[in-house]
């Protein structure tokens, strides 16, 4: 068979039809990637081209406050330092962790109406340079392009705000939280259409928005529906009338959820987090032919070789069925997995992953 370009990969995944294979794309931890290093990757080679994987790029634009960027302290093993968000967080330098939030600028209505006034859309809050650097090699490469949006519920209790914060929010001041949520993505759907206009062309539209965690959700299937939903319609609208695709990576378990996200049009949801309690296989038995799955391959497995392609070869051929599927873990690769086990789980997986 032919052998299709990542942008002809993807394309066909999200039309739900066959391709020579599935796209296999994955993000190795930092400590990975020097793991992988030490035990032969040669020095400064991308992993996908290394172990042939999938091209793709997930492009940002600044919709921040603009909050003074400063190093408070630094030291061999982390560094303390503020955001644009006005977020202070410590950093380890060694270890691919979630950061520790010390502190928050943005803390309540008022805070939040100073910081609203200087997020303005303008044409310096877009790499431009980045743009005209790499636009051109990634439409000869044929790699599969997203345009990335910031805004909603994990955003927003993660990077800006606080989750006590936000979660106490949510019942008690649902108009402030939804007034961040709708501003935010106001910001980047304005900044967007000045990319676009500029000629750009993107294949997909992808957020984050991690809604769940283990076994369950931050909140309740009607607050997902009352303060959240209409701004993630608000957000799949906009896409598709610009003619992309929309992807979603939600951490956790959000189940519940599903049968909404498809309702506004979702096409694409990431990770299916099996620890959480995502499974994939019911998943696709329920929703594949409504929504294209990437990952739900278990991270906790990928350093047991025999476990690990146990799994695939129970899930892969499955998944992959009428196309519709993106292969990956169900969250990122860490350093516990060598270099040969990656090999031979990405060796299977093209294997598997055939049409």
Same mark, same amino acid.
């Given at each position: 068979?032919?052998?299709?370009?990542?942008? $002809?990969?993807?394309?066909?995944?999200?039309?739900?039809?066959? %391709?020579? @294979?599935?796209?296999?794309?994955?993000?190795?931890?930092?400590?990975?990637?020097? @793991?992988?290093? @030490?035990?032969?990757?040669?020095?400064? *080679?991308?992993?996908?081209?290394?172990?042939?994987?999938?091209?793709?790029?997930?492009?940002?634009?600044?919709?921040?406050?603009?909050?003074?960027?400063? =190093?408070?302290?630094?030291?061999?093993?982390? &560094?303390?330092?503020?955001?644009?968000?006005?977020?202070?967080?410590?950093?380890?330098?060694?270890?691919? !962790?979630?950061?520790?939030?010390?502190?928050?600028?943005?803390?309540?209505?008022?805070?939040?109406?100073?910081?609203?006034?200087?997020?303005?859309?303008?044409?310096?809050?877009?790499?431009?340079?980045?743009?005209?650097?790499?636009?051109?090699?990634?439409?000869?490469?044929?790699?599969?392009?997203?345009?990335?949006?910031?805004?909603?519920?994990?955003? !927003?209790?993660?990077?800006?705000?606080?989750?006590?914060?936000?979660? &106490?929010? *949510?019942?008690?001041?649902?108009?402030?939280?939804?007034?961040?949520?709708?501003?935010?993505?106001? =910001? +980047?759907?304005?900044?967007?259409?000045? =990319?676009?206009?500029?000629?750009?062309?993107?294949?997909?539209?992808?957020?984050?928005?991690?809604?769940?965690?283990?076994? !369950?959700?931050?909140?309740?299937?009607?607050?997902?529906?009352?303060?959240?939903?209409?701004?993630?319609?608000? %957000? &799949?609208?906009? %896409?598709?009338?610009?003619?992309?695709?929309?992807?979603?990576?939600?951490?956790?378990?959000?189940?519940?959820?599903?049968?909404?996200?498809?309702?506004?049009?979702?096409?694409?949801?990431?990770?299916?987090? =099996?620890?959480?309690?995502?499974?994939? *296989?019911?998943?696709?038995?329920?929703?594949?032919?409504?929504?294209?799955?990437?990952?739900?391959?278990?991270? *906790?497995?990928? +350093?047991?070789?025999?476990?690990?392609?146990?799994?695939?070869?129970?899930?892969?051929?499955?998944?992959?069925?009428?196309?519709?599927?993106?292969?990956?873990?169900?969250?990122?690769?860490?350093?516990?997995?060598?270099? $040969?086990?990656?090999? @031979?789980?990405?060796?299977?997986?093209?294997?598997?992953?055939?049409?």
């Amino acid at each position: 068979m032919y052998k299709m370009t990542s942008n $002809e990969r993807f394309r066909r995944m999200f039309e739900h039809k066959e %391709a020579d @294979r599935v796209p296999i794309i994955d993000d190795p931890w930092t400590e990975t990637i020097e @793991r992988w290093h @030490r035990e032969g990757m040669p020095e400064g *080679m991308d992993f996908v081209d290394y172990f042939d994987l999938d091209h793709y790029v997930r492009v940002t634009v600044d919709n921040s406050p603009r909050y003074e960027e400063k =190093v408070i302290e630094e030291t061999d093993e982390y &560094i303390i330092y503020t955001t644009s968000w006005g977020v202070t967080m410590k950093k380890f330098k060694h270890r691919s !962790t979630t950061p520790e939030f010390l502190d928050y600028t943005i803390k309540s209505p008022d805070t939040w109406k100073k910081a609203k006034e200087r997020m303005v859309p303008s044409r310096d809050r877009i790499n431009w340079k980045y743009l005209e650097k790499n636009y051109k090699m990634w439409m000869e490469k044929g790699y599969w392009k997203e345009a990335v949006l910031w805004f909603g519920f994990d955003v !927003t209790h993660s990077w800006a705000v606080g989750t006590e914060t936000v979660l &106490i929010a *949510m019942a008690e001041d649902p108009e402030w939280v939804c007034d961040m949520f709708n501003h935010y993505l106001e =910001v +980047d759907m304005a900044l967007w259409d000045m =990319v676009f206009d500029a000629g750009y062309k993107f294949d997909g539209m992808f957020w984050y928005d991690d809604m769940g965690y283990k076994g !369950t959700q931050f909140f309740s299937l009607n607050m997902y529906r009352e303060l959240l939903k209409p701004f993630h319609k608000k %957000a &799949i609208e906009w %896409a598709h009338s610009r003619g992309l695709t929309t992807h979603l990576h939600s951490c956790g378990n959000i189940n519940p959820l599903i049968p909404e996200l498809i309702e506004i049009g979702l096409d694409a949801l990431n990770p299916l987090e =099996v620890k959480a309690g995502m499974d994939p *296989m019911e998943i696709k038995k329920k929703y594949g032919k409504d929504l294209v799955l990437h990952g739900g391959i278990n991270a *906790m497995l990928w +350093d047991k070789p025999e476990e690990i392609e146990a799994e695939m070869s129970r899930l892969v051929p499955i998944l992959k069925e009428n196309g519709g599927y993106i292969f990956s873990s169900d969250h990122s690769v860490p350093p516990s997995v060598s270099l $040969e086990d990656f090999r @031979r789980i990405t060796d299977l997986a093209k294997k598997l992953g055939s049409f």
